[in-house]
């Protein structure tokens, strides 16, 4: 592979000879700088990884604590939800009591109950025989 043209880097090709201009440095151009992020620097390193760590924690802790507020909210309005509907299902269970069981109605006017199942048994038996 030949190099000609591609400018000229020294002498005789790679390795010998003395470099061109370009490489020549004179004090017009200052003091030489440092390479830029040739090192790294591991405070800062750690400080970066702290922070992120530290922030991630936070996230999830106030995620943990968002979920368990509404959670505890979706809990209480079913809870009362339930709640209110205290009387009526007592009222229900009462009602499925008389209609399941025999037992005495009304006193002064000598009724009793009949289980609901016997009642329409009867009646179907009524209607049947005539």
Known sequence: MSHAGHGNHGGGGHGGGHADAWHHHDSAEGVPQSEHAATIDPIATL???GFVMGFTAVFI???ILYF???VRQ???AKIETTGAAEPYNAMKGQVERDLSTYGVSDPAAKTVRVPIDRAIDRVVNK???K
Request: charged share 20%; hydrophobic share 35%.
């Open 61 to 63: 802790t106030v995620s």
């Open 127 to 129: 209607y049947a025989t």
């Open 74 to 76: 979706q809990r209480e």
């Open 47 to 49: 400080k970066v990884l």
């Open 68 to 70: 368990n507020v509404t």
